[in-house]
């Protein structure tokens, strides 16, 4: 049995030494929370508040405890995020040359909740009817301020400090724009091939059935192996793939070519396919049947006139560099949700 590093040259392709998320569909995440926390701090202690009424500053975030995790799954940025922060404000009314300061908190601020609804408590140190008067005018009008920087940092981590994540494409191709995969045109250089390949040879064949399930969609199962993209995404290489009837395809280095026969979105991927070592233009047909579940996606797998003494490499093959690495690479083998 093939092993990674030692591998079959029929099936493998050498794992890529920048482990690069091809294409964002790596499931990744990555602990933002130092940084966070030096960014809050930042822009907090920017804050000025003033009005006809007061003078106020922040002059420093006395805590600031909480997470923030950003994640790429699908291409897809997901942030979580929970901190419950206090700073220390100094201030005074306009009128009164008197110094009071306080706290003001910051709670419930969370990717749950919308920075609008961002509670902000303000506390005074001494209370007096002056320093009443500080404290409401604080809060009146510094709440929509420090709701205003909270946003800041909000868009910071989603731009700024993900921009690492989300890596650009090639394209953002999607198979449902190409319109009318009923009837197209097909490719011939390939179907004349397939026409002469096993009239040519004397090879005895058997044949593959299995079915297999898979935690995503049938629109996403069916894009993972029509969509290039995502097929280099799980095959970890570049790939030559065009997704049309007739239309030919070239995975893992050349290894596994072939063309496709049938597309019905969603439903049906037949092709004729073949790995580059078994005998010239002999092709084997595949045929899988895309079933949508109430919670997963299972697939009716048929594969005709595989070489006999190919059986075990090309189950393998399937299984470990197909539906193994779609699991792995693209999160269908993870819960959805």
């Not at 822009?43 to 006809?52: A, P, Y």
């Not at 009128?95 to 601020?109: A, K, P, Q, R, S």
């Amino acid at each position: 049995m093939a092993k990674w590093g030692k591998g079959d040259p029929r099936w493998i392709v050498e794992d890529r030494p920048d482990a690069k998320n091809v294409n964002n569909w790596h499931w990744i995440e990555k602990d933002a929370s130092n940084w966070s926390k030096d960014r809050l701090k930042k822009i907090l202690t920017e804050i000025v508040i003033n009005s006809d009424l007061v003078h106020c500053k922040i002059t420093e975030i006395s805590k600031c405890n909480g997470d923030t995790f950003v994640s790429n799954r699908k291409a897809k940025l997901i942030v979580f995020y929970e901190w419950t922060i206090e700073a220390k404000w100094v201030g005074s009314l306009i009128n009164n040359d008197t110094v009071m300061e306080g706290i003001i908190e910051i709670l419930n601020f969370s990717e749950e909740n919308n920075v609008k609804n961002t509670e902000i408590n303000v506390h005074v140190e001494t209370v007096t009817p002056e320093s009443e008067i500080l404290r409401n005018e604080i809060k009146r009008v510094g709440t929509e301020i420090i709701r205003e920087q909270l946003s800041e940092y909000v868009t910071a981590l989603k731009e700024e400090y993900s921009k690492d994540l989300i890596l650009p494409t090639k394209n953002n191709l999607q198979y449902s724009d190409m319109k009318h995969f009923g009837i197209i045109k097909k490719t011939k250089k390939f179907e004349e091939i397939s026409a002469r390949n096993n009239e040519k040879q004397n090879v005895e064949t058997c044949e593959l059935r299995f079915t297999e399930a898979f935690k995503c969609t049938a629109n996403e199962f069916f894009q993972a192996m029509t969509v290039k993209e995502i097929v280099e995404a799980f095959t970890q290489g570049n790939c030559v793939l065009q997704p049309v009837e007739g239309g030919k395809f070239e995975l893992f280095d050349g290894n596994v070519q072939g063309y496709f026969t049938e597309l019905v979105p969603h439903k049906t991927i037949k092709q004729k396919w073949r790995l580059r070592t078994w005998p010239n233009e002999h092709f084997s047909e595949v045929h899988i049947d895309i079933n949508q579940k109430k919670e997963y996606t299972e697939i009716s797998f048929s594969q005709y006139d595989v070489p006999k003494s190919e059986f075990e490499n090309t189950i393998e093959g399937w299984k470990r560099f197909y539906w193994n690495s779609m699991k792995r690479n693209l999160g269908f083998g993870v819960p959805l949700f």
